[in-house]
């Protein structure tokens, strides 16, 4: 494929999905609460409506950012809501640190399930590597997040692939059973600006863009690459709905049963991967808002924001404790979003993005 074409209309999808991927999406969990337990038929109606909103907002976005050059996330809320952004600030951090302290938690369980050892080493090799990628700055992130994208798309392939091989017939029956009490649209919607909300942070990868076509056509392609690994994990947690709906982790519920243990280490490596990859595409999109206000950044000040900013997380996750963080941030960030970002994004920006 021409190297153009693919950092014009692929890369942006692919850094997209990097960002949004995290602990809930790799694991199956956010499918199972914004999406399975809506029914599968209406779990994939919610799923149409997300990739909708997603691309939609991504090509206004890219857009905007074309257009006016706005290549991180500061001056491009600026130009959307004036005086306004810093509410969009304070948004972006208290979401930074809850997704990252939630990315934390979730490598340390993940090297500590794979090899044994204490959580905390788990999380140092998280560390570590979010700040040795954050220091080469985005030539390197960019090469790194969208090859991980293309390895997490065939190990999600081959997994739905054995699966289907395997349980094919329970797919089959239990894609029928729908509950008449299901939401079609609201999964959707909440998922929608939950993910979308944090997508200035890759407006880094928009510099390749050089017009409105490709800009429109661009930010369809990525809504539509940051949904295709939810739907091979959909249809593979439906093998065995609807006891998924009760596991912590619907991934290893599936490939437990699949019972292929090399495949489970794959995908937990894989799965770690996607950890290091949303929190290097946050703390990125910060350094970039630093680097447009103090143009004389360096590697190691980039670095050393990203390990600072992993470190306050973490601490406050253990301090607060994750499950009441989840609990009840994820809900008012979703809905801050969609009232500073989105809808925003969806009047003002649509408006801007029409003009000549």
Request: charged share 10%; proline share 2%; hydrophobic share 55%.
């Amino acid at each position: 494929m021409n190297r153009i074409v693919f950092q014009k209309y692929l890369l942006p999808g692919f850094i997209f999905q990097s960002l949004i991927i995290g602990g809930g999406y790799g694991t199956g969990r956010e499918l199972v609460e914004f999406f399975l337990n809506a029914g599968p038929v209406a779990g994939l109606v919610n799923m149409a409506v997300a990739t909708i909103i997603w691309s939609i907002v991504l090509a206004i976005c890219f857009e905007l950012a074309r257009r006016g050059r706005h290549y991180e996330y500061r001056s491009f809320l600026k130009g959307l809501l004036g005086k306004g952004w810093v509410s969009y600030e304070v948004l972006y951090l208290v979401g930074l640190i809850l997704v990252v302290s939630v990315m934390g938690s979730a490598s340390g369980e993940i090297i500590h399930e794979m090899f044994g050892i204490p959580n905390l080493f788990g999380i140092i090799i998280m560390m570590v590597l979010v700040g040795i990628i954050v220091f080469f700055g985005t030539t390197l992130i960019e090469k790194v997040l969208s090859f991980w994208s293309i390895i997490l798309y065939f190990v999600f392939a081959v997994m739905f692939i054995a699966v289907y091989s395997k349980f094919g017939d329970s797919i089959g029956m239990n894609i029928q059973v729908q509950s008449n009490e299901a939401s079609w649209t609201i999964g959707g919607i909440k998922y929608a600006a939950y993910n979308i909300g944090m997508a200035p942070a890759i407006l880094f990868c928009v510099r390749h863009i050089e017009t409105r076509h490709e800009a429109i056509i661009s930010g369809t392609i990525a809504g539509v690459i940051g949904m295709i690994p939810a739907v091979f994990m959909f249809f593979a947690m439906l093998s065995q709905y609807p006891q998924v709906l009760e596991s912590a982790v619907p991934v290893n519920l599936v490939l437990d049963h699949l019972e292929w243990n090399g495949l489970k280490l794959i995908f937990q490596i894989v799965l770690f991967g996607t950890f290091i990859e949303t929190g290097v595409g946050l703390l990125h999109g910060f350094n970039e808002r630093i680097a447009a206000v103090h143009q004389g950044l360096t590697n190691k000040w980039r670095s050393s924001i990203a390990l600072g900013l992993l470190v306050i997380s973490i601490f406050i996750a253990n301090a607060v404790g994750l499950v009441d963080l989840i609990a009840r941030g994820y809900g008012a960030l979703t809905w801050g979003y969609w009232i500073i970002f989105v809808l925003p994004v969806l009047t003002i920006g649509f408006r801007r993005a029409l003009q000549r």
